[in-house]
């Protein structure tokens, strides 16, 4: 039986989209701390160093770094790099931009901390026009 958790926060970029969270509780470093044409985390101390966000959910606390981040997310996407969508805690100018240029669907000010209930693998469903996730977990 699958277990399914709704939570509501505000949509920052419109679409829905599915798939496979991939969860950090560290921030990323999108100007320098991933590989543009692979969305492969390269920070070394990063807990997902080697791990891509291509083709996932990524959910994480935020960005950090300077601006550039845009410029590399905006490159993620060019390549078809790009995660399915974002699930972040908090909103600043660099996410912001970053979410943007990126243009998937992306979700924050969650009702719940979405790193204490969304684990790597989990199936999840970001609706940025309604600000709604769903997470889907199979026992």
Same mark, same amino acid.
């Given at each position: 039986?699958?277990? &399914?958790?709704?939570?509501?926060? @505000?949509?920052?970029?419109?679409?829905?989209?599915?798939?496979? $969270?991939?969860?950090?509780?560290?921030?990323?470093?999108?100007?320098?701390?991933?590989?543009?044409?692979?969305?492969?985390?390269? &920070?070394? @101390?990063? &807990?997902?160093?080697?791990?891509?966000?291509? *083709?996932?959910?990524?959910?994480?606390?935020?960005?950090?770094?300077?601006?550039?981040? /845009?410029?590399?997310?905006?490159?993620?996407?060019?390549?078809?790099? $790009?995660?399915? /969508?974002?699930?972040?805690?908090?909103?600043?100018?660099?996410?912001?931009?970053?979410?943007?240029?990126?243009?998937?669907? $992306?979700?924050?000010?969650?009702? /719940? *901390?979405?790193?204490?209930?969304?684990?790597?693998? *989990?199936?999840?469903?970001?609706?940025?026009? @309604?600000?709604?996730?769903?997470?889907? @977990?199979?026992?």
């Amino acid at each position: 039986m699958t277990t &399914e958790i709704i939570l509501r926060g @505000r949509g920052v970029h419109p679409g829905c989209a599915e798939g496979e $969270a991939l969860v950090t509780r560290m921030p990323i470093s999108g100007f320098g701390g991933i590989h543009p044409l692979s969305g492969t985390i390269t &920070e070394r @101390r990063h &807990e997902l160093v080697g791990q891509s966000f291509k *083709d996932r959910v990524l959910v994480f606390p935020g960005a950090k770094g300077s601006s550039g981040w /845009a410029s590399n997310f905006q490159a993620t996407r060019l390549a078809g790099a $790009a995660p399915l /969508a974002m699930i972040f805690c908090k909103m600043s100018t660099k996410i912001a931009l970053g979410v943007v240029v990126m243009r998937v669907p $992306a979700v924050t000010d969650l009702e /719940a *901390d979405p790193l204490e209930l969304i684990r790597s693998g *989990d199936h999840v469903c970001v609706d940025g026009d @309604r600000g709604i996730v769903v997470i889907r @977990r199979q026992p």
